[in-house]
């Protein structure tokens, strides 16, 4: 299994472009999330779903969307990047079960928004 | 509004020293607690609890959650080099909410040789 995957590691955008952070996994988790972190702000969560077609706001959704299509797919958009966006974004999963178990967390996006 | 504070913010120890790690929280729909511990990189599971008074264990880390008064404990004892890292308190809701997770700031623990 490769777990939860994101791409990219890396990028840098310019004030008002758009791109969409990738997030995958393969364990069949029913609940996948979306973070950013700042320093000193612990994890913040941005957007969640509890199953594909069903999403839902966090604490900080203003200015990203996402979708969930599969089970196994989570992007997030960044609808027109601005320079407090600048942040590590994590992605998570979890399975679903009547007993709750961990979240699982992707590598990590660093984004810098110039 | 639901909220997870941990403390302290940062913590300086020497190798061998015990340390205590606080994680207080207000949230709704309440079903378990978790610790993770993250070093530079994605977070790494510790501990899931969900029961009060029930001590986990490994290693040289342990936790315990008390439900009446709203807060978690986490041990370290004989503290190691490879224990510097952001420890992480993170309550997760009901199963209707799975996905929304709500973290506290995190406890930044340096342990100097």
């Known amino acids: 299994n490769a777990g939860v995957t994101q791409t990219p590691k890396f990028q840098v955008l310019k004030t008002g472009q758009s791109m969409t952070l990738q997030c995958a996994q393969d364990?069949?988790?029913?609940?996948m999330s979306w973070y950013r972190q700042d320093p000193g702000m612990g994890l913040r969560l941005i957007h969640y779903s509890v199953g594909a077609g069903i999403t839902d706001q966090g604490e900080v959704p203003n200015g990203y969307n996402v979708s969930r299509s599969t089970t196994e797919d989570f992007p997030l958009r960044l609808l027109s990047a601005a320079p407090s966006q600048t942040s590590v974004y994590f992605c998570?999963?979890?399975?679903?079960?009547?007993?709750?178990?961990?979240?699982?967390f992707g590598p990590g996006t660093r984004l810098t928004v110039l | 509004e639901d909220k997870v504070v941990q403390s302290p913010l940062s913590l300086v120890v020497h190798e061998g020293d015990t340390v205590t790690l606080n994680c207080s929280y207000e949230v709704t729909n309440f079903r378990s607690l978790l610790w993770y511990k993250q070093e530079k990189k994605a977070p790494t599971f510790l501990f899931m609890l969900?029961?009060?008074?029930i001590e986990k264990k490994s290693g040289r880390l342990s936790s315990i959650l008390d439900k009446k008064e709203l807060f978690s404990i986490l041990n370290i004892t004989a503290t190691q080099t490879g224990d510097s890292a952001v420890y992480l308190c993170t309550t997760a809701p009901i199963r209707e909410q799975g996905g929304k997770l709500i973290f506290g700031q995190g406890t930044e623990l340096s342990v100097k040789p």
């Open positions: 969900t029961s009060s008074g």
């Open positions: 998570a999963s979890s399975y679903a079960g009547v007993y709750y178990k961990e979240q699982f």
């Open positions: 364990m069949n988790h029913e609940y």
